[in-house]
């Protein structure tokens, strides 16, 4: 059995819309504008970066603004659906 914090296919399916829509926002634009990604600190145009759920959607995160950070591609690609405790846990194992 599925653990209750897993989403299931509807309500991944409605956070995603709110996510969306809240990529729209004047909130994400102001959010983004500083061209700072969240996880690696660099600067980029902010048409480059993305919408990432500190919590995934998968892992029982919401499409609210507590959760979403602008981040860089690469980042974003990363992270894929590491919780923000693993994703520190995986850079500190890439550190030499």
């Not at 709110?18 to 902010?46: D, E, M, T, V």
Request: with cysteine; hydrophobic share 35%; aromatic share 10%.
């Amino acid at each position: 059995m599925e653990p209750d914090f897993f989403m299931d296919d509807t309500r991944l399916k409605k956070e995603r819309a709110k996510a969306r829509k809240i990529r729209n926002s004047q909130w994400w634009k102001r959010k983004r504008a500083n061209g700072i990604c969240h996880y690696c600190g660099l600067k980029f145009l902010p048409a480059e970066l993305t919408m990432d759920h500190l919590i995934p959607l998968v892992r029982g995160g919401r499409s609210e603004k507590f959760n979403l950070v602008p981040c860089c591609k690469n980042c974003n690609s990363q992270k894929q659906q590491m919780l923000p405790w693993e994703w520190d846990v995986y850079l500190d194992r890439l550190k030499p």
